[in-house]
């Protein structure tokens, strides 16, 4: 996966984790206390505490992938920062659920440990790792917990390169089209995933001038269409603008 990465010409691959606490009703982040990331082209890693978040450290002039898992959480912490978005995101949280389309997992066996755990992957202590998380999650921590969440937030990027690693041959063999493909669709839905989180923040991006036109000129749009496409069947599906069952299923006869 990573030398697929570079090949379309990626300077830098960061897989990023970030801690931050939380409100019991605003799902956006609170404060943000920390961030580690892993450069997996240079081997660069960066620890960064509170102190030190005032300013994006990533060069975003340059070709750079952005990794986590569950994007919605890191590309909110970066509004939350006032940082530039970066533009290019992999989400391995997102592309766990397409690799599991369609068995019955549940979305809650989705999380970083689970899916290390499928993919053969060791995992670390699980009420040890909610601990900490709660902890940070409500604020409970002084100065001198610090040390201690910036190793546990090392610990989720470790965590994140491991399965970046396992599971690049599943996102690689996951269609037709080619490495270079599969992987610009996973990173176009990882795009999407951190524009949720600017919705989260800021709202629904509505063009009020192009819907309106859609209200003006939609049902003339929509009769057009249905005259071009029952012209090249050869048979009558509306009635109108309604579709009709019925002679939907005497065309399939």
């Known amino acids: 996966m990573l030398g697929v990465l570079t090949g379309m010409g990626f300077e830098a691959v960061w ?34 505490g509170p102190d030190s ?41 997102v ?14 066996l989705i ?3 689970a899916t290390r755990q499928r993919y053969g992957l060791p995992i670390r202590d699980a009420a040890e790792k909610d601990w900490i998380r709660q902890m940070i999650g409500r604020g ?15 610990d989720d990027v470790t ?26 669709q996973a990173i176009i839905r990882g795009r999407f995933a951190a524009e949720c989180a600017m919705m989260t923040a800021h709202g629904l991006p509505w063009d009020v001038d192009g819907w309106l036109r859609f209200l003006r000129n939609g049902p003339a749009i929509k009769l057009g269409l249905i005259a071009e496409t029952e012209a090249k069947l050869k048979f009558q599906l509306y009635e109108g603008g309604r579709f009709v069952q019925a002679r939907f299923e005497a065309f399939l006869e």
């Open 15 to 48: 897989v990023l984790d970030f801690e931050f606490t939380t409100h019991p009703v605003d799902p956006r982040p609170q404060t943000v206390v920390c961030m580690v990331a892993e450069d997996l082209v240079s081997g660069r890693t960066l620890r960064l």
């Open 140 to 154: 409970e921590y002084t100065a001198d917990d610090l040390p201690l969440i910036l190793d546990y937030c090392t």
């Open 95 to 108: 592309e766990e659920i397409r690799l599991q389309n369609g068995s019955p997992l549940s979305r809650k």
């Open 111 to 113: 999380s970083l440990l």
């Open 53 to 93: 978040l005032c300013h994006c450290p990533f060069d975003l002039s340059t070709p750079s992938l952005f990794v986590a898992f569950y994007g919605i959480a890191e590309a909110s912490c970066f509004e939350r920062l006032g940082w530039p978005l970066p533009r290019y995101w992999l989400d391995l949280w």
């Open 159 to 184: 965590d994140t390169v491991e399965l970046f690693h396992s599971m690049g041959p599943a996102i690689l063999a996951s269609g037709p089209g080619g490495p270079v493909t599969l992987v610009s």
